[in-house]
């Protein structure tokens, strides 16, 4: 299975299959079949999107409108600046592919961040994602080696808050994917990718209700992983990296000293070209043998993406993808966590509950996610315990920020 996922990354080939748009099944079909077609947007680098935080593994992957905590580096780096830390580490593990007896698989990401002063907050996050020991056959089936395919990324953040309730960040970041470096693909010699990019984000956070009771409204909004596109063969066409814009809301209700309760919701959509498919009379208008839609540069392929779709805007709803979820927290030491993502069956078919929980002790957090999957397209993750361990640094007692 893994073969065959290094061989999809490193060429981006698939089915040739003619399209057409049926307005009335709101569908790409094949022209000889009648049957819908999946759609789904593919990009080089996937492990940035994988998302490393626990405690919004818990909530159905939402993040972006969550209280401040380390793991603000991967969603939006600007909910940092609202921390009521002065520092701050957490590491998680993620295991990956456990469910098909793969255990050389996994994730681990390392994030903190340290307040300069009431307004100015820095961030630093380390991402390493492990791909196992691969066995490499040429055309022939012959033995050619083994490999260990690896990919990281290293990020810095500066987060502002630029009024009481409304903060900035900016973030720069170095991602590196080593697949199968140094081996061939027919005429192609593969390489190293490497690109540079940069993540966006903007939070807000104010006070709700004329109660005594301190209710709490966020939104917050990231354009993440904006950078130049990358090829993992020399001479070929390079693809872009998952450029991504989320933007997502979370209302936090306090019933009393001991109860509280926080509902999120928040929507995410690639910020990548649609694809589109051999038969189609835009897939190659210059007749260079490769698909226009991958020719396009970085920032006409970003703001193109928001109209892009063979389907016109019904294909383009379907590119959103959906994540709710539910944080209750008990005397601000137990959390439980519900969520839900949803993914279009035509763009990836990613449906999925979430379960987690949270321990706080004094200066340290531990938290957990369990991932069930919705639909027979199974999640990497499915089934699997993902945990984190984190650190509030000055000793002080970490706490969520409804006892601002």
């Avoid at 070209?273 to 038969?279: E, L, W, Y």
């Avoid at 699997?384 to 000055?394: H, M, N, Q």
């Amino acid at each position: 299975m893994r073969k065959l996922l290094f061989l999809f990354l490193l060429t981006g080939t698939g089915t040739v299959q003619a399209q057409l748009w049926d307005h009335t099944r709101g569908c790409i079909i094949d022209a000889s079949t009648g049957d819908c077609l999946q759609n789904t947007i593919l990009t080089a680098m996937p492990f940035l999107r994988i998302n490393p935080d626990t405690r919004s593994g818990g909530l159905g992957d939402a993040g972006v409108a969550l209280t401040a905590d380390p793991n603000a580096m991967h969603h939006n780096a600007a909910r940092l600046a609202f921390s009521d830390q002065q520092m701050g580490v957490s590491v998680t593990y993620s295991p990956w592919l456990r469910n098909l007896g793969i255990d050389d698989i996994y994730l681990l990401y390392l994030s903190g961040f340290y307040k300069i002063d009431n307004l100015q907050t820095v961030g630093l996050s380390v991402r390493y994602f492990s791909l196992g020991k691969i066995d490499f056959r040429d055309d022939n089936g012959n033995d050619i080696g083994t490999g260990q395919p690896n990919e990281f990324e290293i990020a810095g953040a500066y987060s502002r808050k630029l009024s009481d309730v409304f903060s900035a960040s900016l973030s720069a970041k170095y991602a590196y994917s080593n697949l199968a470096t140094g081996r061939t693909l027919g005429a192609f010699t593969i390489t190293t990718a490497k690109t540079f990019a940069a993540d966006l984000g903007f939070f807000y956070r104010n006070k709700l209700g004329a109660s005594g009771r301190r209710n709490y409204l966020q939104l917050g909004a990231a354009i993440t992983n904006l950078g130049a596109k990358v090829t993992y063969t020399k001479g070929f066409v390079k693809d872009f990296i998952p450029s991504n814009l989320a933007i997502g809301a979370a209302y936090e209700m306090n019933f009393d000293d001991y109860n509280s309760l926080t509902a999120v919701v928040e929507i995410n959509k690639l910020l990548i070209p649609s694809p589109r498919k051999p038969g189609d009379p835009e897939y190659d208008t210059d007749n260079s043998k490769i698909a226009d839609y991958r020719e396009k540069a970085l920032f006409e392929g970003v703001f193109g993406s928001f109209g892009d779709a063979p389907g016109g805007f019904s294909e383009e709803m379907q590119e959103l993808m959906y994540s709710l979820g539910l944080e209750y927290w008990y005397d601000k030491q137990f959390a439980v966590r519900a969520g839900y993502f949803h993914e279009h069956e035509l763009k990836g078919n990613r449906k999925y509950l979430t379960l987690g929980c949270g321990v706080k002790y004094n200066a340290f957090l531990l938290n957990l996610s369990y991932l069930v999957p919705a639909t027979n397209n199974r999640s990497p993750l499915a089934n699997t315990v993902r945990f984190s361990i984190g650190y509030a640094l000055d000793g002080s007692r970490a706490r969520p920020a409804a006892e601002e």
